[in-house]
């Protein structure tokens, strides 16, 4: 007996053989360096991982510690990436290898201590009661490699798949796939193996393609925090219009007419969460969202509303599809970048055929005008050339070549003008994908092809009219703001849309369009969405303004 213990007792041939001798050497970790000692821990996962002789138990409780000591450095990191998440950046690419590294790693080496556990006849009590927390997490961390995968516009790789029905089986094997836990010590939600499963499918089916980095780190934690009202049945249901095949793992699928289920298949769908997006959405537009249904203070409030109304298209029971048939093609675009430098470019109206306003209100604007470079012909800028592959009557898609076009995002605001024209058109990048040797392929939505620039004369919000205000103080200043207007019909009475730069919506805000002779009127009804610079809004025209 005395031998059995001994032999208990052993530990490997390993510098963290125990969890205090791994608290020392963490405890040297640079803390002025977060990229150095998240590298530093990647590498003791993967010695924890692959050194022979540790107890299953001991094995699991040093991966455990490594796992919460890098959680900080990498919660930093990917804030650092997120900055600045430019497909073509050298910085960033290295900050995302080591994210990624470090998730790839973390799962591999909680995929070990389930796989100890499983292989126990015997299972240690405490083991046991750690197995929810280890599933938990091995699968988050397999979620949180995915969703950097989908940041980069990768290929979403298939060890993802092969770990995700793995181990979610695994779970569901042992009875606890649905067993609420903490994820780690500091959080106050709980989850479950199911919960985190989902999380992962429901984020890859949210069409991240269309989405820029931060708003698919926004839609992950929507996601977490919506977790309990996703469904998954072992049966074709109307409520879940995806599936995936637990025995031939990978990407999920739609549910087509005339689909015949295996028993193996799961079905999965958050048609159930889209009211309660649409509850969020109405209180983050009245400014009266609780601050638990905020998703992170680091992104703006419009932001997040841009977010939600992706997921209430995405999440419901029948998804938007792209309009517009596809024409190969093989010419050249020039391409521009930045609300300021597409309103210098696109057709505008010059400040001399502005003929409403007095000495004093021209020369204001004019001075306003050469801030903001909206008429300014001193201001210098560059135009990248990129190859088109094919277009439809509302997008253009292409290449992005080396080095050029380290701006581009999904969101960002380009000026487009086609080989053998003299017209600048507005876009804005709607998809990406990493291909074949990194090379960067581009869908372009047109917002207008004849754009108009433009200055806007603020007349106040609802009833609070300037010519009120002008009257009972004597003292108030005109505001100007420049605009591009993205028309339908200018004549129309009907509701259009414009770009505005960033903090330019006001609800029901009332402006002036200089137009020339005859100036108009116009509401702001909706803000649309946002990117860096800008704001696209839906306003409506109410009529002319006599010179």
């Known amino acids: 007996m005395s031998s059995w213990f001994k032999i208990l007792e052993e530990k490997p041939d390993h510098p963290m053989s ?50 919460e000591t890098g959680q900080p450095f990498q919660a930093e990191l990917l804030q650092q990436y997120l900055a600045a998440p430019h497909l073509q950046d050298f910085k960033g690419l290295r900050l995302w290898r080591g994210i990624h590294g470090f998730m790839v790693e973390l ?42 995968e989908l940041m980069r516009y990768l290929d979403v790789e298939q060890a993802v798949w092969n770990q995700l029905c793995q181990h979610y089986s695994f779970a569901k094997a042992n009875q606890f796939a649905e067993t609420m836990v903490h994820a780690y010590p500091s959080h106050v939600i709980h989850t479950s193996p199911q919960k985190e499963f989902l999380r992962a499918l429901i984020l890859y089916v949210s069409s991240p393609a269309t989405l820029a980095p931060n708003q698919i780190e926004v839609s992950s934690r929507i996601a977490a925090r919506m977790a309990s009202l996703f469904d998954l049945k072992e049966t074709p249901d109307p409520d879940c219009p995806y599936y995936l ?26 048609a159930r969460a889209v009211p309660k997006l649409e509850d969020i959405a109405r209180q983050s537009e009245s400014g009266a969202i609780d601050p638990e249904r905020r998703f992170g203070n680091e992104f703006t409030p419009d932001g997040k509303l841009t977010v939600l109304r992706h997921l209430q298209m995405y999440w419901g029971k029948t998804q938007p599809h792209r309009l517009g048939e596809r024409r190969s093609i093989s010419t050249t675009i020039e391409v521009a970048h930045s609300f300021r430098t597409i309103s210098k470019l696109v057709a505008r109206i010059e400040l001399d055929q502005i003929t409403c ?34 277009i439809s009557i509302g997008g253009v898609g292409g290449m992005i070549p080396q080095p050029s076009g380290a701006w581009a995002k999904i969101g960002a605001l380009c000026g487009l003008k086609p080989q053998n024209s003299g017209l600048w058109w507005v876009g804005m990048i709607r998809r990406l994908h990493t291909g074949h040797q990194s090379k960067v392929h581009v869908g372009i939505e047109i917002l207008a092809k004849k754009p108009l620039s433009v200055w806007l004369r603020s007349l106040g919000k609802g009833a609070e009219r300037v010519s009120n205000w002008e009257t009972s103080s004597g003292s108030f200043a005109y505001d100007y703001l420049p605009a591009i207007l993205l028309p339908g019909t200018l004549s129309s ?28 009127n116009i509401r702001l009804v909706k803000l649309l969405e946002e ?17």
């Open 18 to 67: 125990d969890v205090g001798e791994a608290r020392k050497l963490l405890a040297d970790l640079p803390e002025n360096d977060p990229l150095k000692a998240l590298d530093d821990v990647t590498s003791w996962l993967a010695s924890v991982k692959d050194t022979p002789g540790f107890q299953p138990e001991r094995r699991t409780n040093v991966i455990m510690l490594l796992d």
């Open 107 to 148: 799962a591999e080496a909680y995929a070990v201590c389930a796989q100890e556990y499983a292989q126990e006849e015997k299972k240690p009590h405490a083991l046991a009661e750690l197995m929810p927390v280890i599933c938990v997490r091995l699968l988050r961390a397999v979620a949180e490699r995915m969703k950097l």
């Open 245 to 270: 095949d637990l025995s031939s793992p990978g990407a999920p699928r739609p549910v087509a007419a005339g689909f015949l289920a295996t028993p193996a298949m799961r079905f999965f769908g958050a």
């Open 357 to 390: 306003l007095s000495s004093e209100e021209a020369a204001e604007l004019k001075e306003r005008s050469e801030k903001v470079t909206l008429a300014s012909e001193e201001v210098d800028f560059t135009t990248d050339t990129w190859p088109v592959l094919d």
């Open 493 to 520: 009475e009907e509701t259009s849309t414009m770009l505005m730069e960033t903090g330019g919506y006001v609800p029901d805000g009332l402006y002036e369009a200089m137009m020339g002779e005859k100036s108009r």
């Open 531 to 547: 990117g860096d610079d800008y704001e696209r809004i839906r306003f409506q025209w109410l009529g002319s303004t006599d010179s």
